[in-house]
């Protein structure tokens, strides 16, 4: 029982050791991971923003054809 906490200790402390040895490695092997991730959340959002304005020329041009159908 105590060579199991003893066990967890040991991990953890080295853990704790090298934690500031890893965490440059870890920031640079997810920093082009991170840009993917903006560029693929840009897109989407442009994507998104076109498929509004289309869905909103739509209806604007129903709405006019309607009106001019109207007229005498």
């Given at each position: 029982?105590?060579?199991?906490?003893?066990?967890?200790?040991?991990?953890?402390?080295?853990?704790?050791?090298?934690?500031?040895?890893?965490?440059p490695?870890?920031?640079?092997?997810?920093?082009?991971?991170?840009?993917?991730?903006?560029?693929?959340?840009?897109?989407?959002?442009?994507?998104?923003?076109?498929?509004?304005?289309?869905?909103?020329?739509?209806?604007?041009?129903?709405?006019?054809?309607?009106?001019?159908?109207?007229?005498?």
């Amino acid at each position: 029982m105590i060579w199991k906490s003893m066990d967890k200790w040991i991990v953890g402390t080295a853990l704790i050791l090298a934690v500031p040895a890893i965490l440059p490695i870890a920031k640079q092997v997810c920093q082009p991971i991170r840009q993917r991730g903006t560029y693929a959340w840009i897109r989407m959002k442009e994507e998104m923003e076109d498929f509004i304005a289309e869905a909103q020329f739509e209806r604007m041009k129903k709405r006019l054809d309607r009106e001019l159908d109207m007229l005498p």
